[in-house]
């Protein structure tokens, strides 16, 4: 094994020891899960120390916890490891000719409401090889931005240089509130004015959903005698069904993740929710990267009622009863 040299490139398995390091909490589990001896850990992890210049973990006897700074450092090596394996698998992919790989950057909402019917669309051209990894929105653009993911799934407003939207879509935000709720039975639209009395239960973004929901509040001149905010809109549904308020949340959520004991509700006010699937300028599609732009967006139409699609070609739109673009 190459050790780190004196111009500070980075072994590759000194890079996966950090990252075992810092998921299982100690040197010793680390080497059990690398299947080398404790000592050998020890010593990479020492030399990658060396070689950056800071402390990675502070020591207390045979535990270890991160520095702040190597907190920070965890997240690069992690997207630089996981660019390293999709190298791996795309060479597996031409030498064996079979389909590449698929690799997807996604908010959590988008990956747990929208991927699974959007890859199972493929079907026969779906790849053995599927890689996605949930992040915020702005961790999802500098994904694509570095090339570690084919694809990014996000909320807008996402308009950043360098960035193509390869659909858009839209719809409005929903109420969901528990089951056995006298609001679940009303047989009407969530009026905004139930938040008169009301805890409001919603993501606390300030600059996407949250601030839609305050426009839309302050509108009608209605303040929340409470609050429960979270940061995932699965989080904000967990806590209607519990009982504790109401909760406006994304359409792509309520209806991609249904969760029983719960009754989703339109909104008498509209308040639009956007979400777009993304790529990398300057990233050649291949045919089966070409077919997953269209699978997403046979996945959206089927999974989000009211949903409209925005195709930048020709920037045509669709509905669900207009499925053609």
């Known amino acids: 094994m190459m050790s780190i040299e004196n111009d500070k490139k980075f072994d590759l398995r000194v890079l996966e020891a950090f990252l075992a390091a810092m998921a299982c909490g100690s040197m010793t589990k680390a080497a059990v899960s690398l299947g080398v001896g404790q000592p050998a850990v020890t010593r990479m992890i020492k030399e990658l120390e060396a070689a950056v210049g800071f402390q990675l973990f502070h020591r207390n ?59 199972m669309a493929l079907g026969e051209e779906l790849p053995q090889q599927v890689n996605v990894q949930t992040m915020n929105a702005e961790h999802v653009i500098r994904a694509l931005r570095s090339r570690t993911a ?83 809109s699965l989080n904000a549904v967990m806590a209607a069904r519990s009982g504790l308020g109401v909760a406006l949340v994304d359409p792509v959520t309520a209806y991609g993740v249904p969760v029983e004991g719960t009754k989703v509700l339109p909104l008498e006010t509209r308040i639009p929710y956007i979400w777009a699937l993304l790529s990398d300028a300057d990233r050649a599609l291949s045919r089966h990267l070409s077919r997953f732009v269209e699978a997403y967006r046979q996945a959206c139409i089927a999974t989000v009622p009211d949903c409209i699609v925005i195709s930048t070609a020709g920037d045509a739109r669709c509905s669900e009863s207009e499925p053609s673009l």
């Not at 929901?213 to 509108?219: F, G, H, K």
């Open 150 to 232: 084919d694809f990014g799934l996000a909320a807008d407003p996402i308009d950043h240089a360098g960035i193509v939207r390869h659909v858009v879509c839209e719809s409005r935000l929903v109420g969901v509130v528990a089951a056995g709720s006298p609001l679940a039975g009303a047989g009407r639209p969530l009026e905004l004015s139930t938040f008169t009395d009301q805890r409001l239960i919603t993501v606390g973004n300030a600059f996407r959903i949250r601030s839609t929901i305050d426009q839309a509040l302050r509108a009608q001149g209605i303040t929340p005698p409470s609050e429960f905010t979270t940061n995932t």
């Open 61 to 119: 006897g045979p535990r270890i916890s991160p520095t702040d700074r190597g907190l920070r450092f965890h997240e690069e090596v992690q997207r630089i490891v996981a660019g390293l394996r999709q190298i791996e698998q795309r060479a597996e992919a031409i030498r064996t000719e079979k389909i590449a790989s698929i690799d997807i950057a996604a908010t959590p909402t988008m990956a747990a409401g929208l991927l699974g019917p959007a890859l």
